[in-house]
T-cell receptor
Framework: GEDVEQSLFLSVREGDSSVINCTYT??????LYWYKQEPGAGLQLLTY?????DMKQDQRLTVLLNKKDKHLSLRIADTQTGDSAIYFC????????????FGSGTQLTVLP | NAGVTQTPKFQVLKTGQSMTLQCAQD?????MSWYRQDPGMGLRLIHY???????DQGEVPNGYNVSRSTTEDFPLRLLSAAPSQTSVYFC???????????FGPGTRLTVL
């Protein structure tokens, strides 16, 4: 099965770039996802990347995928206070159950 | 579309009590799942269903039952609540295009 790991905390200054990192174990993962969770809310899908892609850009968000090292990153440009939240990476395997496995989440704090 | 809805938002139980957490989706998704979220542990899969009449266990199924009599509804039952079940519970359904998961707003459960 899939195992996904993230660092727990990241602090950045407003206006700087944030980079949240994630490693995964299942090389057969077809899709990898980034979710955002604001306080007291459910998880919101931010972006995803298909396993045959190296990079995906969506406005201020850039996802990089290094399949060799099984490393996924999310870069947020010009980080704002509204970006403060918990960010989860998740992978889905190609097995019959196609389970989604989440990392433990990275708490991003944006300082003014 | 309302998306994924969950009731109640908050619940306090005494040890040994039973209750049902409700989940419904109006997107005609076949795959639905229940997760629990505990600090520093990300989301852990409790039970999932790939369609009406079909359910299966996830990573942490003990103490929970589910049923799926319709495509729309996927209730989670706690038969005899224990303090270890104090957590935030999220229901999710899965889209077909990118296998993205849509989450409900969560139920915060406290077992005394």
């Amino acid at each position: 099965g899939e195992d996904v790991e993230q660092s727990l905390f990241l602090s950045v200054r407003e206006g700087d770039s944030s980079v949240i990192n994630c490693t995964y174990t299942d090389s057969s993962s077809t899709y990898l996802y980034w979710y955002k969770q604001e306080p007291g809310a459910g998880l919101q899908l931010l972006t995803y990347i298909f396993s045959n892609m190296d990079m995906k850009q969506d406005q201020r968000l850039t996802v990089l995928l290094n399949k060799k090292d099984k490393h996924l990153s999310l870069r947020i440009a010009d980080t704002q206070t509204g970006d403060s939240a918990i960010y989860f990476c998740a992978g889905i395997s190609s097995g019959s159950a196609r389970q989604l496995t989440f990392g433990s989440g990275t708490q991003l704090t944006v300082l003014p | 579309n309302a998306g994924v809805t969950q009731t109640p938002k908050f619940q306090v139980l005494k040890t040994g009590q039973s209750m049902t957490l409700q989940c419904a989706q109006d997107m005609n998704h076949e795959y639905m799942s229940w997760y629990r979220q505990d600090p520093g542990m990300g989301l852990r899969l409790i039970h999932y269903s790939v369609g009406a009449g079909i359910t299966d266990q996830g990573e942490v199924p003990n103490g929970y039952n589910v049923s799926r009599s319709t495509t729309e509804d996927f209730p989670l039952r706690l038969l005899s609540a224990a303090p270890s079940q104090t957590s935030v519970y999220f229901c999710a359904s899965r889209g077909l295009l990118y296998n993205e998961q849509f989450f409900g707003p969560g139920t915060r459960l406290t077992v005394l």
